[in-house]
């Protein structure tokens, strides 16, 4: 399985970055900033001597098990039938339960689920976030950075709102309202 390789690429330099400049690991950020390039360029040479990027086509190879991973602790006894059942019937998602449980798990191979849940005749992305609450303890107002932008990558690569392919533009403003609704 293929995964752009500028999507991962942008998580890993965040990351990275953070550590650089937030820690001040370097002694002044110019510094810093051309050590994360030269460390960018070996690491990306690394990756191409392992076989982890395709150097022709820019995207980086990955197993399946490396794309499937869980960013929040789970809680216990949550039947995901049910809660299938719940969303299905009350019209909020169009998808099969095998497509909705692999999207809960996090998996990558898996169809997209169409979200045509609706507040003030317009498609919402709240009841998305509310879902991922029912199945992980996720506190929205204080999730790493990383695991944020990992969640939201997720989202859009496996959620449609309304047929649409959500962008991460649109994700990031619904969960910036989604957020200051939970703080009042």
Same mark, same amino acid.
């Given at each position: 399985m293929q995964v752009n390789r500028d999507q991962i690429r942008e998580i890993v330099k965040e990351e990275?970055?953070?550590? #650089?400049?937030?820690?001040?690991?370097?002694?002044t950020e110019i510094k810093a900033y051309i050590k994360s #390039?030269?460390?960018e360029d070996?690491?990306? #040479?690394?990756?191409?001597?392992?076989?982890?990027?395709?150097?022709?086509?820019s995207e980086l190879i990955v197993s399946e098990d490396e794309l499937n991973f869980t960013l929040f602790e789970k809680k216990e006894n949550i039947d995901i039938k049910k809660l299938y059942d719940q969303y299905f019937k009350g019209r909020f998602v169009e998808c099969t339960y @095998?497509?909705?449980?692999k999207a809960l798990h996090?998996?990558?191979?898996?169809?997209?689920i169409n979200w045509i849940q609706k507040s003030n005749n317009n498609y919402t992305y709240t009841g998305?976030? @509310?879902?991922?609450?029912?199945?992980?303890?996720? @506190?929205y107002k204080d999730?790493?950075?990383?695991?944020?932008?990992?969640?939201?990558?997720y989202i859009c690569s496996k959620f449609k709102k309304g047929g649409q392919v959500i962008t991460e533009k649109n994700l990031n403003n619904a969960y910036m309202r989604y957020i200051k609704k939970l703080k009042n």
């Open positions: 990275f970055y953070k550590i #650089l400049f937030e820690e001040k690991i370097f002694e #390039l030269i460390f070996i690491h990306g #040479l690394r990756m191409i001597v392992k076989g982890k990027i395709n150097n022709h086509k @095998d497509t909705f449980f996090f998996k990558h191979n898996t169809n997209e998305i976030f @509310d879902l991922y609450s029912e199945v992980y303890h996720i @506190d999730i790493e950075k990383f695991k944020k932008k990992r969640f939201k990558l």
